[in-house]
C-alpha cells in the first residue's frame, strides 16, 4: 500500500543495472543464507500455525457428523475468500514498509504501516456486516441441503464477528514483517492457536454449543492476538515519532495502492470458490471430503509460504537499498529451497494418505474419497512451492498491477476446466466419490502449473527490478 511519504534524494528511483547495484564479488552469500534463514524458520512457523485454526476447527466439528464437517466446508470458504481477499493488508504492507526501511526512512514504514492498520479495521467492521445479514443468501448459492445450510449459518454469522480482529492480525503482521520482525507474529500465532485449542474443545463438547462454539472460540482468539500485536506496533511507532492518529487522506491512498493486489487476491480466491461449488454439486461426501483437502492444502500452503514471506521482507529492503544484485541472488537462492521444500512435503503427504483421514472423520466413504484427494493434492506440492515463493518476491518487488492482470487471465483459463469437471459429473459419481475428488483436485492443479509457469517467465525479465521508493 504506497502511501505518501518523505522521499531521500539518494534513493530515487532507478532501473535494473543502476550504478548503485552491487557487483557480484561483493556478495556474501553465507550472510545472504543467514537473513533468508532468520525470516524465514519464523514465518513458517508463524504461517504453519495459522491454519492451524481451521484444522483444528475440522478435527473438533469432524467429530460432531458428515453434517457439521460439511457445513463448515461451506462456511469456512466463504469466510476464508471474505479474509483473504484483503491479505494485501499483509503483503502491500510488508513491502512497502520494508522497502522505506531499506531507504532509512523508519518512521514514514511505521506511519504507512499503521495507515495500513486503520484500513483493515475499517473493511473489517463493513465486511462483518456483510457477512452477518448476508449469511444465509451467500451459504445458499452453495446448494446444499437444508441440513447442511443451517450449519453453515450458524458458524458464519458468529465468525463475523471477528472478522475486524482477522484484518487488523493480516495489516500489523505485515508491518513487523516489513520491519524485518517474525518473529513476534509467531510469538502471537503460537498463543492464539493454543487459545483456540482450548476454547473452541471446551465450547464445543463440553458447553454442548456444537459448531456455534467453534466459531465463538476462534473469535476470542484472533481477538486476543489483534490486541497484543497492536501494542507492540504503537509502542514501536511512538519510539520513532510516527504518526499515530488516522489521517484521512493517507488511509484512502492506502487503499488506492491496495487495489491492484485486491484483484490478484480476487482472482485467486474466486478459483477457491469455483472448487468448492463444484465439490458442492458432488454431494455432501464429497464436499466433507473436499473441505479436509483444502484445510490440508491450505495448511501446506502457508508452510510453503514461508520463503514468500521472507521474500517480501528481504526483496523490498533490497530494492529500496537500490541493490539489484542481491535481489536476483536472494531470489534464485530461495525459489531453489522453495522447490525441494515442495517434494518433501509432497512425499511426506502421500505417505500419510492412508492416515491423515482418520484424524478428521469418522465416515468411510469420506475417508476413502480423502485418501485418494490426498495423494493428488500431494503431487501438486513443487509446482505449488514454485508459484508460492516468485509471487512472494513480486508483492515484495511492487509488481503488483502484473499480478493483478495475470490474476485474472489464469481465472479465465480455469473456467473451461470448472466447466468440464460439471460435464463429467455423471460418470465421476458412478467411479465412486474418490474418483469425483481426485478429477476436482486434478483440475485445480492445471491452474497451479499455469501460476507457476507464468510467475518463472516474470521473474526472469528485468522489468521488476526497480529501487528506491516507489
Do not use: C
Amino acid at each position: 500500500m504506497n502511501t505518501a511519504g518523505p522521499t531521500d534524494p539518494d534513493h530515487d528511483a532507478t532501473t535494473a543495472g543502476s550504478p548503485e547495484t552491487r557487483p557480484d564479488d561483493v556478495l556474501d552469500t553465507t550472510a545472504l543464507r543467514r537473513e533468508i534463514l532468520r525470516l524465514a524458520v519464523p514465518a513458517l512457523l508463524t504461517l504453519v500455525a495459522e491454519p492451524l485454526f481451521l484444522l483444528a476447527d475440522t478435527s473438533i466439528v469432524g467429530h460432531l457428523g458428515t453434517t457439521p464437517l460439511a457445513g463448515l466446508g461451506v462456511a469456512s470458504t466463504i469466510l476464508g475468500t471474505a479474509v483473504g481477499v484483503f491479505v494485501f493488508l499483509a503483503y502491500a504492507t510488508t513491502a512497502l514498509v520494508s522497502r522505506r526501511l531499506g531507504a532509512g526512512a523508519e518512521d514514514a514504514a511505521l506511519a504507512a504501516g499503521l495507515d495500513g492498520l486503520w484500513l483493515a479495521l475499517l473493511l473489517g467492521v463493513g465486511t462483518g456486516l456483510v457477512l452477518g445479514v448476508g449469511a444465509p443468501a451467500l451459504v445458499g448459492l452453495f446448494g446444499v441441503d437444508a441440513a447442511v445450510a443451517a450449519q453453515a449459518v450458524a458458524y458464519l454469522q458468529i465468525s463475523a464477528l471477528g472478522v475486524p480482529a482477522m484484518l487488523a492480525v493480516l495489516a500489523l503482521t505485515g508491518v513487523l514483517r516489513g520491519l524485518q520482525d517474525t518473529r513476534t507474529p509467531l510469538v502471537a500465532a503460537t498463543l492464539g492457536f493454543g487459545a483456540n485449542i482450548l476454547l473452541n474443545t471446551v465450547l464445543v463438547y463440553g458447553a454442548g454449543l456444537g459448531i456455534a462454539g467453534s466459531a465463538w472460540g476462534t473469535v476470542a482468539a484472533q481477538t486476543g492476538m489483534a490486541v497484543g500485536l497492536g501494542i507492540v506496533v504503537f509502542r514501536a511507532a511512538r519510539r520513532h515519532g510516527a504518526r499515530l492518529r488516522p489521517h484521512p487522506g493517507a488511509v484512502t491512498r492506502a487503499a488506492a495502492s491496495g487495489v491492484p493486489l485486491l484483484l490478484r487476491t480476487l482472482s485467486l480466491r474466486a478459483v477457491v470458490l469455483l472448487t468448492t461449488w463444484v465439490a458442492a454439486h458432488y454431494g455432501a461426501t464429497t464436499l466433507a471430503a473436499h473441505q479436509v483437502a483444502w484445510t490440508l492444502w491450505t495448511f501446506l500452503s502457508f508452510a510453503l509460504d514461508a520463503l514468500a514471506i521472507a521474500g517480501q521482507a528481504l526483496i523490498g529492503k533490497a530494492l529500496g537499498a537500490g541493490d539489484v544484485v542481491g535481489t536476483r541472488a536472494m531470489t534464485e537462492l530461495m525459489s531453489r529451497w522453495s522447490r525441494g521444500f515442495g517434494v518433501v512435503l509432497g512425499l511426506a503427504l502421500a505417505a500419510l494418505s492412508p492416515v491423515l483421514p482418520w484424524l478428521f472423520t469418522t465416515d468411510p466413504g469420506v475417508r476413502a474419497a480423502l485418501t485418494v484427494g490426498i495423494l493428488v493434492l500431494a503431487a501438486g506440492q513443487p509446482v505449488a512451492a514454485q508459484a508460492f515463493l516468485l509471487d512472494g518476491v513480486l508483492i515484495g518487488a511492487g509488481d503488483a498491477r502484473w499480478l493483478a492482470r495475470v490474476g485474472l487471465l489464469l481465472l479465465i483459463v480455469y473456467l473451461p476446466v470448472v466447466g468440464i469437471l460439471v460435464a463429467v459429473q455423471g460418470p465421476l459419481e458412478a467411479a465412486g466419490s474418490g474418483a469425483a475428488l481426485a478429477a476436482i483436485w486434478a483440475g485445480f492443479q492445471v491452474f497451479m502449473i499455469g501460476r507457476a509457469v507464468v510467475l518463472t517467465r516474470r521473474a526472469r525479465q528485468d522489468t521488476w527490478l526497480v529501487t528506491g521508493l516507489q
